[in-house]
């Protein structure tokens, strides 16, 4: 518990009412222009000229719910959801992250930082010893959030999102955190 009363738990099977309970929405007035920096990757932030509303689906994360290679941590103000991420062991012994959500008015709380805080712990725990994260340029907050925790940029892709409708002009970045 924190000071603000946050709660991290391992979502079980018996909680799938939780998971998924929190929908991804956000203001667009800003994107992210990734460019080489010596041998890395940086990036500026450049507003967009007419701002908008997006809203991503939810994958159904529920399915992950029980699996011995995946976690679902789940944030709580008393007994409300406020937070949720998505762990699996990736096939390159990496682990994934995805889907980390917090709820509009419990956001710059560090819920997110205590959801990453558990991600990774989880990670040490099964030996894995790097994260792997993806965005889109157009979710500023989270690739703040990200290189604020320490990732940093392995690359990014302009045609990956081009057969998903609404996303087609975005540019998806990945991020990686050794842990």
Known sequence: MTDLGIRIVR??????RYVDGIRSSFAVKARIKVSMCGDNYDFDVDCVQHPYMKTEDCCPDRAYLGRDDAAIYLAFARETLVGQACVQE????MARVWG?????????HD???LLMNSVKAWALARGLHWLRAETQDVHVTACMFYRDYGFVIGG???LYLQATP?????T??????EV
């Open 172 to 177: 998806a970045i990945v991020w990686y955190l």
């Open 111 to 113: 819920i997110a930082t």
């Open 90 to 93: 990736d096939h390159n012994n």
């Open 166 to 170: 609404g996303s087609e002009d975005e």
């Open 156 to 158: 990014f892709d302009r």
């Open 100 to 108: 980390l959500r917090v709820e509009h008015g419990h956001r710059h």
């Open 11 to 16: 979502a079980t099977p018996d909680m799938a």
